[in-house]
């Protein structure tokens, strides 16, 4: 059988119904860039490894990334200033936060 976007779509939402559509679209992506033959995933178990790893992987970038969007949010609302050395910081993780997302959904080593 051959494993088609659509078709993982599916299954995802039969493993957690609750999954807005952009979940199922951004799991169906991380998946589908993390195995080397999509047709592994017709095998419940291979799928439900995949889906655990994905979804893991997309919660722990989304509370990096809000995270780092609070800390950012705070440096903005401070107007105008000169940075000091913590707020580097927090622009510098921000960076390799949004690199981290990157290099998740592309499967691509980033330069960050």
Known sequence: MHMTCHELAKRLLTLQPSLL?????????????QVSDADQLTDPAQLTTAWKNASFRLEAASDQHSAVADEL???CSDGPTEFSPDQLWVLLRAVKVQSQLLEL????????
Do not use: G, N
Request: proline share 8%.
């Open 21 to 33: 559509p952009t979940d199922v679209a951004r799991l169906s992506l991380l998946i589908l860039t």
């Open 105 to 112: 959904y592309t499967d691509q080593p980033s330069l960050a």
């Open 73 to 75: 949010e705070s440096i």
